[in-house]
């Protein structure tokens, strides 16, 4: 059986994430439903991150195991043929047998859009949230500066009841920037707790909008108290990016670079 | 009767176009639904462009009269409570009695957007034609500079039956470049035909696949027969991006700037 590796972009909306959900489709079941169409066999998908509901990707990592006689090149048409216009299927790959597209993960990258004008916009709509009080982009970075480097990031996580991982990450990217009416706020690390890259953007507009200290930040991951926190920013700003890999069975980055 | 003019953002994807249709809900019917349920009174709207089903704007300048005491600083904010999420007002002012928003108009700007690469992006599919076949722009750019400047358009335009207005207009701008893996063209005239900004498009991805020669433009031109133009590029690619007015009742610009 060979170990494919595809990397997927997708839009979000109408999905109620990547994971498989009682309600609601998702992108691993639209998947799974097309290798099954494609091969006549069940097979199961494993994903580089676990995107909530209406988070996009413009490169989310998956790997499977198939014995179909599909070559390598042509698992992108083949997949693109059998999927929904909202997923679609940009590179596939023969992996090594034990590449795991989220266990081998080194680094993710998740881009944050904000729409900050006074006005909200329909053509920004489905891919930002629409802030429109002005934000200080210079106290949002003082945080970000905060946020970088290896912490216990519990106060920006939502955590599952029975869960005992550890709740350490090391966030070795946080910065954010202007283009036109658009602030972008990118973020990577090793790993991402769930609704980490919300809760940070959600604590990070409250900051750039003057509603608590740039010092916040630093106060925060010390507490460990989600109650602290800020809101969870509304899904649909954010982008799964980018993927790194660098381990022995796999040395290669998939999506977005950032300058 | 205050002359109020409104500067308009909406995402054509649900619309039948920006002009009442007996089939299909228009932006039009939407704005007039909205000033009726603001003013109580039915009032007309008036389009700098009328936009095909499809078609988006970033900026499309409207005007109406309104005895209504809504405060031209209030308008935005209250068609936008009435508008539904796929139009927005993004700016208002009073007008002079004589300003009529097609008309007065100067000049209009259109960007068309292209995805070009191999395959299709769910995220990019709502505001870009997917061609994915390699682009040569020198070609491209070629027929644009031959295309620009006063002539005889019919090979460009669907013509209605009964339409006796001239098919000569002023084309001030014409070019187009990459932007990653999208190709922007970008036509700027005095008026524009029915189609006209969607056949130079489907014509010139003809010949910047190597279809036909960059020569054809000028020779289209001169022949000004529509079966020998290229086909119509799809709606979703095309954006109403400016619109300049410089007339005795109004000299100002409503949209973007092209560097």
Redesign the interface.
Known sequence: MANILVVL???GTDFCGFQRQPNGLSVQECLERALLRLTGRETRVVAAGRTDAGV?A?AQVVNFRSSSRISVADW?AAL?SALP???????AREAPEGFHARRCAKRKAYLYRLLNRP?????E???AWHYPRPLNLESMLQALQAARGKHDFSAFARREPGDRRSPVRTLSEARCWREGEVVNVLLEADGFLYHMARSLVGTLVEIGAGARPAEDMAELLRSGERSRAGATAPPQGLFLARVDYDCEHLRASFGRKFE
């Open positions: 972009e997708y839009d996009h413009w992108p693109n216009a909202s997923i679609a299927a940009l590179e006005v909200r916009s329909p053509l709509a489905r891919y």
